[in-house]
């Protein structure tokens, strides 16, 4: 039987989130990760422009982060 090894950071990734905008919450022993619902609906206004016009580069690596 084999141990999974856990990835070991030496930074946080600089696409991370600022502060209350994401929780972590356990269910089943498993981390849930939830956007706040201002990151939700961020997500959801650029996700309906993408569908009817082009974003911006800055709006396409916001969507992508």
Same mark, same amino acid.
């Given at each position: 039987?084999?141990?999974?090894?856990?990835?070991?950071?030496?930074?946080?990734?600089? @696409?991370?989130? =600022?502060?209350?905008?994401?929780?972590?919450? #356990?269910?089943?022993?498993?981390?849930?990760?939830? !956007? &706040?619902?201002?990151?939700?609906?961020?997500? @959801?206004?650029? =996700?309906?422009?993408?569908?009817?016009?082009? #974003?911006?580069?800055?709006?396409?690596?916001?969507? !992508? &982060?």
């Amino acid at each position: 039987m084999t141990t999974p090894l856990l990835l070991t950071l030496h930074s946080l990734p600089a @696409t991370l989130p =600022l502060e209350g905008a994401i929780s972590i919450e #356990l269910q089943e022993g498993i981390p849930i990760f939830r !956007a &706040s619902s201002i990151v939700q609906n961020r997500i @959801t206004a650029l =996700l309906a422009k993408q569908k009817i016009s082009l #974003l911006t580069p800055e709006e396409e690596q916001e969507l !992508a &982060s």
